[in-house]
């Protein structure tokens, strides 16, 4: 088993950096052609430059994945995407900002739900006509534990978000799998991108005894993008250092 990529273009939203860059990179590795979505185009491109510094065919797509004809207009504008990770997300509505939901206003949902829903829903609905014209596609979500388990950690409507979107991939799973798409989502546990003053409590309650990493994360996007996991689909992976098992 290789898990090679190649002559696969791979679309990874919120590349620009972290969890995100990290998954392009292993896609990259395995031979998949990379368009790195941002926000923000310098941020695409630096991302961009890094990767294809190290040897890795990329280029930069900058578009607001919570605008739809933003997203359907670049994507149609780009070479044909086989591969979807939908990564781009943010726990509070700024940033890493946490905030338990009681203390929460309906400015704060809606940015939220804009982005760890509707921008999957975007790009997922951009991609899937040419998947099926093509007869082969992977449409991988990143979701989170607070979506799956949940969490006392200020991330109630994210972890509604993400579980939401679970359910969404779920059932296209059903939709498409006749057509050669899998549609599948990993549940991420705490990563090394916490707020410093979090990152030791948390990792005594891992029994892997660390944070996740951007490369953790790859390497489970890499085998659900390949070939070797084609009968896979529908499924919710759990990439958290084994919390929480069940």
């Excluded at 990770?85 to 726990?91: L, M």
């Excluded at 996740?212 to 250092?241: F, I, K, M, R």
Aim: net charge negative; charged share 15%.
């Amino acid at each position: 088993m290789s898990f090679r990529l190649d002559n696969k273009t791979a679309l990874i939203t919120g590349a620009g950096q972290g969890i995100g860059l990290g998954i392009a990179r292993a896609l990259g590795e395995q031979g998949a052609r990379l368009l790195i979505n941002d926000l923000f185009p310098d941020r695409a491109r630096a991302a961009c430059d890094a990767l294809t510094a190290d040897g890795l065919d990329c280029s930069p797509l900058a578009f607001d994945v919570t605008d739809y004809q933003e997203t359907c207009a670049s994507i149609e504008a780009a070479v044909p995407v086989d591969i979807l990770i939908n990564n781009a997300g943010i726990p509070g509505r700024e940033g890493m900002a946490l905030k338990p939901f009681v203390e929460m206003t309906p400015a704060d949902w809606k940015p939220q739900v804009d982005i760890n829903l509707y921008g999957m829903l975007n790009c997922t609905h951009a991609v899937l006509a040419g998947m099926r014209d093509r007869g082969w596609g992977r449409i991988i979500t990143i979701s989170s534990d607070a979506g799956r388990v949940g969490t006392a950690t200020g991330v109630t409507l994210y972890g509604a978000c993400k579980a939401a979107a679970v359910q969404l991939v779920r059932n296209l799973s059903q939709e498409v799998a006749a057509d050669g798409i899998t549609a599948n989502a990993i549940a991420l546990g705490p990563m090394d991108n916490l707020p410093a003053e979090l990152s030791a409590f948390v990792v005594r309650g891992i029994p892997a005894n660390r944070l996740g990493s951007p490369a953790d994360a790859g390497a489970a996007v890499v085998y659900l993008a390949s070939e070797e996991a084609s009968w896979v689909t529908g499924q919710l992976l759990p990439v958290n250092g084994g919390i929480s098992p069940s």
